[in-house]
């Protein structure tokens, strides 16, 4: 019985987690700054935001989706953020693509979430780096500018 409890309540967080970087609420791909409310779902952000700025109201989660290949050694790394002002959730939750069982060197994706937590200014900066070589620039870099407005 405690097995099944417990299976449920497993089943039900990520179930939850799913749905709230689901892709139906993506924001419109504008260079104009996009602004949300508290009562919408995860904004969900991929590498075509690079370089825009978002505005959010306090509460609001922000998913970011990249690219990205394990197997390569790569992954994306967090090199800035205002903590005040957006709490760093999931770092870097890598899932690979579909592909047929015992298939090896698949590419995926990594998702990254912040909720907005505070009124200001910040910068999500990521980098697609391999951790070991620390004298080497990044692969891929990615910046988005948040905005989190005064409700």
Known sequence: MKHKIL???VAVVVTALFTACSKDDAPKKT????KTNTVEKAIN???ESNSKTIHVLPGKTICVKLNANHTTGYSWSLEAVDKS??????EGEYESDPHPEGMVGVGGYEVWSFKAIAA???EISLVYVRPWEKDEPPAMTFKLKVVVDKQ
């Open 85 to 90: 002002v957006l709490e760093v959730g999931e």
């Open 45 to 47: 952000i991929d590498a």
């Open 31 to 34: 260079d104009a700054p996009v």
């Open 120 to 122: 200001g200014e910040t």
């Open 7 to 9: 299976f449920t309540a």
